[in-house]
């Protein structure tokens, strides 16, 4: 950990230590490649698979970093926190492992399929508005009457040094990487990989994906400061939430480019993964796909990696069915 | 190969030779595993994921075995079959990769996205009805019309060899197998099995699992000889054809039980999988999974081997969504 005009922010030794410490926890996902998606994007893809991860998303990582890291006295009194579903899902399932309290707030317009999961695991859940700023004012109430550490879904040390350690995989898994690309809500798993690659592979372009409707931080990354957008809408559920300080640090100083893709765009991306890779994955890891098939030039003949990020799906509301 | 009775019966040196022909042309496809479908049914189930297969499902197998061993005077002809879909789209592709004409016959109800990608490898369908006595009597006039070698999806020893590459990478994949379980519908898959494993681990139990509703080969196993149904109804729609002379001899010989599963296990199954495998299956795939979760006694404490057969899905008519 170092200190950045007064943020404590993490450094390539606590992705280190926080692969060591959550590896008893997590897959070392696999790679899958795709003759079609390779020759119709004309670049080699490297898909990371954390739709396979434990409890489904890659949120996994910096839940149990920060879950196992935690003293015995602090661990008693559990965690807490505020997601959009893939984070408290995965607080949840770490917090289970611990035998600790898991306390959840998160949005009463979450999928079914997401809530019943946090149960499932153990998440206690309190209900709030879709908004940031409701999210945030219940969650303060929680926290209050309970005592539970706040682990924030990204804007977390611990938090951002779990999510490196999938790029860190990903490295050992491919060689001769040009470029990663991951999708960008918060910022969490791109701040772990600037992290990441920025020690290890600092040659290596780090692009993030995110969808027009919600582009605060393609806004923000051309703007040089953070741009927040309260309750913007769109299919990718999970890229909803704006920078932080934190993850602002890894995106001003490291991010290649930034790049969007529409609605259409992230669901068609999203069904011809499912229909020729034959792989579950969210709305949201489809954004990556999407802005790699619109810009064939910035990705042509480049060896890319792909971070699939979550497949927690509600299978009875796919957004390419009418409903 | 032997002869048995007047058949020609493939042998594992043919599965050994139908390998070394077909492994530039095929994936060795992943095993995995789910802490979640373990522990439901007490037993270490290993997942081959033959869905990622090329063409999406284990069938390019023996499509392959059969083109390539084609001898150029009879290849420059053609290939020719009739299929329920999965073997249409696999001989397909194995023609296209040899570069010669592939004629297909198959039922005007087949899912819209299985014609569409027959056409995309570049096969040529001539449409029948959905009894199995119509299929046959189009693909005769193609047949004549075309001169096309005619490879049948199951009945065909070349087909049988190719399909045993399966369960040969199966077994270097996975250390102490107990049993193996495929779907069985005309019996490629499960006949496959039989002659790897009778050879090279004779101790291995070989299940079939076959819908309730379309239920042939249980019938014929318990009888005695085929019984054959004509255009049966199920979800699996890769499971509709009956048991021939070739599959029988196997199934016949080496199978230790068939077990059957309702329509609505069927599809539990199947969208389970999807959401804590994060895999995109075919119904018909998911009959082993409901036999495995239906049958605890047979399974529990058991290491089973279970062959995801293939992942084409019309994925705009999925079987849980009310239409």
């Not at 996994?60 to 970093?65: D, E, I, M, P, S």
């Not at 003293?71 to 807490?80: K, L």
């Not at 999970?238 to 100083?253: A, D, N, Q």
């Not at 890891?285 to 064939?296: D, G, R, S, T």
Request: with cysteine; net charge negative.
């Amino acid at each position: 950990m170092k200190d950045i005009a007064g943020l404590d922010i993490p450094t390539y030794d606590d992705v280190v230590a926080a692969h060591e410490r959550i590896r008893p926890y997590i897959h070392n996902t696999p790679v899958l490649t795709s003759t079609t998606f390779d020759e119709m994007s004309g670049a080699s893809l490297f898909f990371k698979c954390e739709n396979f991860q434990k409890a489904g998303a890659f949120k996994v990582r910096g839940a149990c970093n920060a879950v196992f890291g935690l003293s015995d006295e602090q661990a008693a009194r559990g965690v807490a926190t505020h997601s959009s579903g893939n984070h408290a899902l995965s607080l949840s399932y770490a917090a289970g492992r611990r035998g600790i309290p898991c306390h959840v707030v998160m949005p009463g317009t979450a999928p079914e399929a997401k809530k019943a999961a946090v149960r499932g695991y153990g998440g206690q859940i309190t209900e709030c508005e879709a908004s940031t700023t409701s999210r945030e004012a219940v969650f303060a109430e929680v926290q209050e009457a309970t005592g539970a550490d706040f682990v924030h879904p990204y804007n977390d040390p611990r938090v951002i040094a779990g999510q490196g350690t999938c790029s860190r995989e990903l490295m050992e898994q491919v060689e001769g990487l040009d470029a990663v690309i991951a999708p960008i809500g918060g910022g969490g798993m791109v701040s772990g990989t600037c992290l990441t690659l920025s020690e290890i592979a600092p040659h290596v372009e780090i692009y993030a994906a995110e969808p027009e409707q919600a582009d605060d931080a393609f806004r923000s990354f051309r703007a040089g400061h953070i741009i927040a957008d309260d309750a913007p809408q769109t299919v990718a559920d999970g890229l909803k939430v704006p920078l932080k300080e934190r993850t602002w640090h890894f995106v001003s100083s490291y991010v290649t480019d930034i790049l969007t893709a529409s609605e259409d765009e992230i669901v068609d991306a999203m069904k011809l993964t499912w229909a020729r890779m034959k792989i579950v994955m969210e709305p949201s890891c489809a954004v990556p796909l999407a802005v790699i098939l619109k810009n064939p030039d910035v990705f042509r003949g480049k060896r890319v990696g792909v971070i699939v990020t979550g497949g927690n799906v509600d299978l009875d509301k796919l957004p390419w069915m009418k409903s």
